[in-house]
């Protein structure tokens, strides 16, 4: 009896392998893993809208790789996550997101929207911002986006992974 209790404790002190937040390097993206969950993130995105109104309107149908700053892969329920950047005149990010459905067998479009803004860290630019992703219920990345250029509007950003709680 009292070797199963010991057992039991000593298991509840490690973490079971997926629980395990990885960070993963790769080329021109990096990775964060969390529970099955895979965020990716591409190291120089585009930022491809300078207006909230032309960012509504196009997040209400599928964009592609072409505006696509992360993509997030979730095991439960089985959906990807794309995120897509915009940047007012007046400096704040937005970032708009499209959620694909992942459990048949083809990806298909659910929705668009806007999923959140952000001011900048700093004015004038080159504008920087923390932008915080959930990639589990465990986990959570924080993204450091910079801009490639101190003048609007803004094409590019820089993305580097800041911590990840």
Do not use: C, H, N
């Not at 021109?28 to 893993?33: I, L, M, P």
């Not at 032309?54 to 149908?61: C, I, K, R, Y």
């Not at 970032?95 to 459990?103: H, K, P, R, S, W």
């Not at 911002?129 to 509007?153: C, D, F, H, M």
């Amino acid at each position: 009896m009292e070797w199963s209790l010991l057992a039991v404790i000593l298991l509840g002190l490690v973490p079971p392998p997926a629980a395990v937040l990885a960070s993963i390097r790769l080329d021109d993206a990096f990775q964060v893993e969390s529970w099955g969950s895979r965020l990716t993130v591409f190291r120089e995105a585009p930022v491809a809208f300078s207006t909230l109104y032309e960012m509504t309107t196009a997040l209400a149908q599928p964009l592609g790789d072409r505006a696509r700053a992360a993509r997030l892969v979730r095991a439960s329920p089985p959906q990807a996550v794309e995120y897509v950047l915009g940047v007012t005149r007046e400096g704040t990010l937005i970032v708009g997101e499209q959620v694909f459905d992942l459990a048949g067998d083809r990806p298909s479009f659910v929705r668009g929207e806007i999923w959140r803004a952000y001011a900048p860290l700093q004015r004038p630019g080159p504008w920087t911002w923390l932008v915080a992703i959930p990639v589990s219920r465990e986990a959570t990345a924080v993204l450091e986006l910079k801009a490639a250029t101190a003048t609007w509007p803004v094409t590019r950003v820089t993305i580097t992974l800041s911590r990840t709680p």
